[in-house]
């Protein structure tokens, strides 16, 4: 499943590279994209929105909302 990931609180590419390693870890995650300047991620995975939620919010940034797309 697609979704999108609306993330407050990354303001440079270390910060894009800190939510794609958060993404990455969780095991079935695949294909992800992560926008600074549209502060989103987009990725495939079958993970519940709550531990995607939890991973990033663990590294230091907010999620918004995810949306499945």
Known sequence: MKKKILIEGMS???CVAHVTEALNELD???NIEVN???K???VETNVKDDIITE???DMGYDVVK???I
Do not use: F, H, W
Request: aromatic share 6%; net charge negative; hydrophobic share 30%.
């Open 55 to 57: 991973k990033i919010e």
């Open 12 to 14: 440079c590419n270390n």
């Open 66 to 68: 995810i949306e499945n």
């Open 40 to 42: 989103y991620a987009l």
């Open 36 to 38: 600074l300047n549209g």
């Open 28 to 30: 079935d995650s695949k």
